[in-house]
């Protein structure tokens, strides 16, 4: 288990039965009849059927005539004994297939005799023991016959098999299990003196078939939990097999766990993954934004975001509280996909800083408010600037370890968290990082500025390579970016319908300037770009030909986005594009090697803006070009 994991289990109040009536409550309600008819769920039998067409959780059944069993081999498109026989028949596969006849039939069928509740001798029969001993040995009449005979009357049924997760019925009055389990209580009984045969029946699986999940013999809860999981999981995108998933549950059922969460040993390939974000689905349900800004970790879901915040290490009650209250102000004012990690910075800012007191404060160690004053910020500098000189601390991260606190300590004091009654009433005015307390910025060459024009050709002539070792999508958002210069994020997320026209019947492309908060910006392009945009959209369409266009993204990810909903995201872009960078020779004119770290997606931003100035495109005009306020 991971520390976060540790963490917030020691954080986590303990349930009860009252606790597990209200999740149950909870997760019901939260469950869509959309969804649930989608996947075939079947409130009375206690079992999923899931559709072999389903985008996300169907499967492929043997394509050999009369084989209904599921393959997972796409490939080959035949099970493993059709494969075999195939194998040993000498036939081509036309021919095999052609003329193979039914080996092997998965599930049960109802008696042919109108009414009978008795299931039939085998898959592939078509009457019940009673009636086919009745026609084959008493009667001695063909099928047809003997359907019509008026003797061929239905018969009551045996009852439900005994294994608690069985659907089937029982096939015969000497035993109270169906043809599949009696064989199986059969075996452990020869095999083990101490079969527990009560215990068995709890915890035995039902009969796999096809797309049939049994959720029966779980408790309430724990069905509900599966539910809103695979729910939630389907929602995200997330390709889920029904292999799988029935493993999952036939664990949580041979565990006779009363909540998913309490399984111990879910082990396996893919298993244990899946009940993890099962029972995390089903964790973050229960959470609201107000009882969890009073934990120390926070599960940002219940904020709307992925992750966590932790709080853990800053040692001072009234610092750790302050903090609580900063983040809880914060983090609704932050856009983009890394807002968890920028306030978790800002936090582990004042980790160090509660760190400094717990050191140099050796009476009190920094828990009493009163006492701490503008030494302790001194102190707290001298710290940041020895673990500069040390090698433990980057000159930039002094600064900005130095600029979180101040700017953190300065919006505490605004939220008026000094006031009576607040974490940090009785704080000095002095305990501050003042503007002249910051470090001087350290000077660097940072990648990301603009590229010399050869080296640009290079990135221009070597565009078709990004083809052979990533995606579509991931050429057309660099060409897009070196020829807008836009950010990568805005490039990123741009809408399918992202492509217009002025009055003077130009291209204009239309995107989302997310840093400056100014939205539908329109920006000239050349019609080179609006070339690629629309081949791009026709591209996008014929993959997604249901999806609203309203809901379509230019550059579709390909993981987790079975409608076209969700865009590739910068992190993704930057590490393809790292690996297309590294793959080439970049030259200067002089035949020196260029350094490939410079080559960043941000530094087409850059230059793009150089590129204008250079043809001396004027300061304001350049200014509305890079979509800046001032």
Same mark, same amino acid.
């Not at 005799?113 to 008795?118: E, G, M, P």
């Not at 893919?270 to 349900?285: D, E, K, M």
């Given at each position: 288990m991971s520390a976060v994991a540790t963490a917030r289990a020691a954080h986590a109040p303990q349930v009860g039965a009252a606790g597990e009536d209200h999740e149950l409550a909870v997760l019901t309600g939260l469950l869509e009849e959309s969804f649930l008819d989608e996947v075939g769920w079947d409130p009375s039998a206690g079992v999923l059927r899931v559709p072999a067409e389903h985008p996300l959780l169907g499967y492929r059944l043997c394509r050999v005539p009369g084989c209904a069993t599921m393959i997972y081999a796409y490939a080959l498109g035949i099970c493993r004994a059709c494969s075999n026989r195939l194998q040993a028949s000498g036939q081509s596969e036309e021919e095999f297939l052609a003329n193979a006849r039914t080996w092997r039939t998965v599930g049960t069928r109802s008696c042919a005799? +109108?009414? $009978? %509740?008795?299931p039939a001798k085998t898959a592939r029969a078509a009457l019940c023991r009673a009636h086919d001993y009745q026609r084959r040995e008493r009667l001695k009449l063909s099928m047809d016959n003997f359907l019509r005979h008026p003797d061929a009357q239905p018969l009551p049924s045996w009852g439900p098999c005994r294994v608690v997760a069985c659907v089937r019925e029982q096939d015969t009055e000497r035993t109270p299990y169906c043809g599949a389990h009696r064989m199986q209580a059969l075996r452990m009984q020869r095999k083990s003196a101490d079969f527990d045969e009560n215990h068995w029946r709890r915890t035995a699986p039902a009969v796999a078939e096809g797309g049939m999940v049994s959720l029966r013999g779980l408790p309430p809860l724990v069905v509900a939990q599966v539910l809103y999981g695979l729910q939630r999981r389907t929602e995200s995108g997330a390709k889920t097999t029904v292999t799988t998933l029935r493993r999952v $549950?036939?664990?949580?059922?041979?565990?006779?766990? +009363? /909540?998913?969460?309490? %399984? +111990? *040993?879910? +082990?396996? !390939?893919?298993?244990?993954?899946?009940?993890?974000?099962?029972?995390?689905? %089903?964790?973050?349900?229960?959470?609201?934004?107000? /009882?969890e800004r009073h934990k120390d970790l926070w599960d940002t879901a219940a904020f709307g975001y992925g992750g966590s915040l932790d709080f853990t290490k800053i040692r001072q009650h009234w610092l750790r509280e302050a903090a609580k209250r900063w983040a809880v102000e914060d983090l609704p004012r932050r856009r983009g996909d890394q807002v968890v990690g920028i306030v978790q910075s800002h936090i582990n800012s004042f980790v160090l800083l509660s760190e400094s007191l717990h050191a140099t404060r050796r009476q009190d160690h920094g828990h009493q408010i009163g006492a701490v004053g503008r030494q302790d910020i001194v102190a707290f500098l001298s710290r940041l600037a020895y673990l500069e000189k040390t090698g433990k601390l980057s000159a930039y991260g002094r600064l900005v370890h130095c600029r979180n606190v101040r700017k953190m300590l300065n919006t505490c004091r605004a939220l008026g968290l000094t006031r009576t009654g607040n974490p940090l009433a009785g704080l000095a005015e002095d305990f501050t990082v003042r503007q002249q307390d910051l470090p001087p910025a350290p000077q660097r060459e940072e990648p990301g500025r603009d590229l010399p024009p050869e080296v640009m050709r290079q990135l221009c002539d070597a565009l078709p390579r990004l083809d052979e070792i990533t995606s579509r999508e991931m050429r057309v958002a660099v060409e897009v970016l070196i020829d807008t210069g836009r950010r990568p994020d805005e490039v990123c997320e741009l809408a399918w319908d992202c492509l217009a026209w002025d009055t003077d019947s130009q291209p204009v492309l239309v995107y989302d300037n997310w840093k400056e908060q100014r939205m539908g910006r329109r920006l000239p392009i050349p019609r080179a770009t609006a070339e690629l945009i629309t081949g791009q959209k026709k591209r996008v369409r014929e993959r997604f030909p249901n999806t609203p266009l309203a809901e379509l993204k230019l550059l579709p990810s390909a993981v987790k986005n079975p409608h076209g909903k969700k865009a590739i995201s910068d992190g993704g872009l930057t590490g393809r594009h790292r690996e297309w960078v590294n793959s080439l020779p970049l030259l200067l004119a002089d *035949? !020196?090697?260029?350094?490939?770290?410079?080559?960043?997606?941000?530094?087409?931003r850059h230059t793009y803006a150089q590129r204008h100035a250079d043809a001396g495109v004027p300061a304001d005009v350049l200014r509305d070009l890079m979509g800046l306020r001032s």
């Open positions: 005799v +109108t009414d $009978c %509740a008795r $549950c036939d664990r949580l059922r041979e565990e006779q766990v +009363t /909540s998913a969460g309490h %399984a +111990t *040993g879910i +082990t396996g !390939t893919g298993l244990r993954p899946l009940w993890s974000q099962l029972v995390t689905f %089903a964790r973050q349900a229960l959470l609201d934004p107000e /009882s *035949g !020196t090697e260029f350094d490939r770290s410079a080559v960043v997606p941000y530094a087409y």
